[in-house]
């Protein structure tokens, strides 16, 4: 069942998302040679916890931090830990903040030091993908319309898409319906209403789509080791077109 939310809700959502978005681009700077991931965990419970917040992740399905911090082929919800940074890494790093009883989640995926040039282009296709994804969740189209949109864009440029994981619907809690895969046909799926508050996000990869279990044992990773990339943002559908409200 889809939960449409009011537009009181989305503003507290709304308000939720730009505390979340400030602490996310803060521990980014920090993502820097030398540094523990366990750090940026720290760092992220912290920023919103003084911002009047709470952290969404930690205790949620057993997950004992505030942020995933997911390295080179970990794709999603790698636990933070002891390793230390290195020069060519690119982490991925994905935070939720629970702001009044709501929730809002984001994700991105930054570099480390110098990395190569296939890194980067990784990164630039995952970002790119989001943003013309979101451009196509409005009214009238479907989850698949999206889905579609990022397939076909980060395939056409040489990269994997990840099928087994996809983006859902918040508010109240973490995970609702719809959920919103980056992947699919052109008007299947769920109708685009206003009212949705969604999160869509890519996740690709250089190699193999297909996933194992991080060494961590809770995260994924692909399943040949390749890098994988990943961007997130959560979105309320409007009369007036998709509004990102973790920007």
Known sequence: MINKKTPEETKIIGEGGKILSGVLFEVAKMAKPGIKTIDLDR???????SAGAKPSFKGYDG????LCVSVNENIVHGYPSEYVLKDGDIVGLDLGVNFKGYNTD?????????????????IKVADKALRLAIKKAKIGNTT?????????????????????????????NLHEDPKVPNFGKRGTGEPIVEGMVICIEPMITVGSCKLRKSDDGYGYATAD???????????????????????
């Open 43 to 49: 760092a992220a419970e912290a920023l919103i916890l």
């Open 63 to 66: 997950f004992p931090y505030s």
């Open 106 to 122: 984001m994700a991105i995926t930054v570099p480390v030091g110098k990395i190569t040039f296939e890194a980067k282009r990784l």
């Open 144 to 172: 698949g319309d999206i889905g579609n949109t990022v397939e076909r864009f980060v395939e056409d440029q040489g990269f994997g898409v990840v099928k087994d994981l996809c983006g859902h619907g918040i508010g109240k």
């Open 225 to 247: 080791n390749s890098l994988s990339a990943h961007f997130e943002h959560t979105i309320a559908i409007t009369k007036s077109g998709p509004v990102i409200l973790t920007k």
